[in-house]
C-alpha cells in the first residue's frame, strides 16, 4: 500500500530509476499506475520542489499526455500516480522489428503534437524514448513519465560522478556535456526514437558511456534510401546546433505531411473546364483534327425531276413549237407527225375547193379524241402551217 491509499500489484515495467506497478485507488475505486522512484530525497526542500514540479505535472493536460493523477511522498520514496493506459510501448513493438513509415510518421506526429503543447507551457521532457510511448488499442499514442526526468534532475542528488538525467541512448549532446537544456533536447531524442523505429536500430548502441561519448563526436547515420523526405526531416532533428533543430510544432507538421505519402509523379497539367459556350451566328469553323460538324438531318440526294414538265397553268413560260415538240418521246413524235399529215391534207383539199387565196375557214387543229398532251404540239402544228399558207 502506498501513501495508505494505493495497492500495488503486478510491475508494468522497470527503468534505471523506477519501477510502475499496476494499482488500485481505493478510494476512487479505479485502476491506475504507480511509479516509485527509487533515489530518495534527501532534504525538506528536495521533497518540497518534487511536490510543486508534480502539481504543475498534473496541469498539463492534453490527448498526447499520460495524466498525472497525484503525486507524494511515501516512506522517503517519491511516487507518482498516473492514467492507466492499457496496451504496449513502442519500445516493445521494436522489437518485432523496424515499422512502415506510414506509421512511423503517425506516432511521431502525435508524440511531437504532445510535446509542443508542454513547451509551450515551459516544461521539458527530457526523457522521450520507445519504452516512453505508449501505444493504446484504439490507435491513439500516449506520452508517458513527463517531466521525470526534470524532476529527478532538480530535486534528486547523484553521488555518482557522470550520471546524466535521461536515457542514455537518446541523449542530446548538449545533455552529455551538462549545458544549460531548452526544449531542442526534446526534438533531438525523438529524432533517434523515429530513426530507430524506421531501421530497427538504435543510432548509439553500447554501454551507456560509449553511447554518451559517441554523440559528441559523430552524427547519428541516417541511411540515405529512407522513404522520401525522412533523412531530410531527421538530419535536421538531430542537427548538433540545437538552434538549428525545427520545433516540435514543425516536426509534427512535417509528420502529418509524410503521412499522406509523398506525389506518386510529377504534376500533371491542371483539369480542363470546358468555356462557357456563347450562340454564334456564322457556321462553326472545324480545329484540325476534329470530326467535320453534324448536318441537319435532310434527303441524301435532291429529288429527281418530274418526267414530264406540266402542260399549263398559270405562269408557264411560253414556249415555240420546235421546243414542245422537241420534249415528246419517240413514239409519241410518230403520233404527232401523222396526225400533222392528215391536217394538212385537210388544208390543200379546203384549198383547192374553193380556187381562191382566201383563208380557209377556221379547222379544228386537233380532233376531241386525241390524248391531252398531243394537243398542245398539234396546235403548234396547225399555227405554223396556218402561217406558211398565208
Known amino acids: ?206 554501454s551507456p558511456t560509449e553511447s554518451a561519448m559517441a554523440r559528441l563526436h559523430r552524427p547519428p547515420p541516417v541511411p540515405a534510401d529512407l522513404p522520401p523526405g525522412w533523412s531530410d526531416l531527421l538530419r535536421a532533428m538531430t542537427a548538433a546546433d540545437p538552434a538549428a533543430r525545427p520545433s516540435t510544432a514543425q516536426v509534427a507538421a512535417r509528420l502529418g505531411a509524410l503521412r499522406q505519402g509523398p506525389p506518386s509523379g510529377p504534376p500533371g497539367p491542371p483539369p480542363y473546364v470546358e468555356p462557357a459556350r456563347t450562340a454564334v451566328l456564322t457556321a462553326p469553323v472545324a480545329s484540325p483534327g476534329s470530326p467535320p460538324p453534324a448536318r441537319p438531318p435532310g434527303p441524301a440526294t435532291p429529288p429527281p425531276p418530274p418526267l414530264h414538265p406540266p402542260t399549263g397553268g398559270p405562269g408557264r413560260p411560253r414556249r415555240g413549237p420546235g421546243a414542245r415538240l422537241a420534249a415528246l418521246e419517240p413514239h409519241q413524235k410518230g403520233l404527232a407527225g401523222a396526225l400533222a399529215g392528215i391536217v394538212l391534207l385537210l388544208v390543200v383539199a379546203a384549198l383547192a375547193s374553193t380556187g381562191s387565196a382566201e383563208p380557209p375557214a377556221e379547222v379544228d387543229p386537233a380532233p376531241g379524241d386525241v390524248p391531252a398532251r398531243l394537243q398542245s404540239p398539234l396546235e403548234d402544228l396547225h399555227d405554223a402551217v396556218g402561217e406558211a399558207g398565208r
Not at 105 to 116: E, I, K, N, P, T
Not at 119 to 133: A, E, S, T
Not at 140 to 149: Q, S
Open 1 to 206: 500500500m502506498v501513501a495508505g491509499r494505493y495497492r500495488l500489484g503486478e510491475v508494468l515495467g522497470r527503468g534505471g530509476m523506477a519501477d510502475v506497478h499496476r494499482a488500485t485507488d481505493t478510494v476512487l475505486a479505479r485502476e491506475v499506475a504507480v511509479k516509485l522512484l527509487r533515489s530518495t530525497a534527501d532534504q525538506a526542500s528536495d521533497r518540497a520542489r518534487f511536490t510543486a514540479e508534480a502539481r504543475t505535472l498534473a496541469g498539463l493536460s492534453h490527448r498526447g499526455l499520460v495524466t498525472v493523477l497525484d503525486a507524494g511522498v511515501d516512506d522517503e520514496h517519491p511516487f507518482l500516480v498516473m492514467e492507466l493506459v492499457e496496451g504496449p510501448t513502442l519500445g516493445a513493438r521494436l522489437a518485432d522489428g523496424p515499422v512502415p513509415a506510414p506509421e512511423a510518421a503517425r506516432v511521431g506526429q502525435q508524440v511531437a503534437d504532445a510535446l509542443s503543447y508542454a513547451h509551450g507551457r515551459g516544461v521539458v521532457h527530457r526523457d522521450v524514448k520507445p519504452g516512453n510511448v505508449l501505444l493504446a488499442p484504439d490507435g491513439r499514442v500516449k506520452l508517458a513519465d513527463f517531466g521525470i526526468a526534470r524532476l529527478i534532475g532538480d530535486t534528486v542528488r547523484h553521488t555518482q560522478t557522470g550520471t546524466a538525467v535521461g536515457t542514455a541512448a537518446y541523449l542530446a549532446p548538449e545533455q552529455v556535456r551538462g549545458e544549460e537544456l531548452d526544449t531542442s533536447v526534446d526534438v533531438w531524442s525523438l529524432g533517434l526514437v523515429l530513426l530507430e523505429a524506421l531501421t530497427g536500430e538504435r543510432a548509439y548502441p553500447g
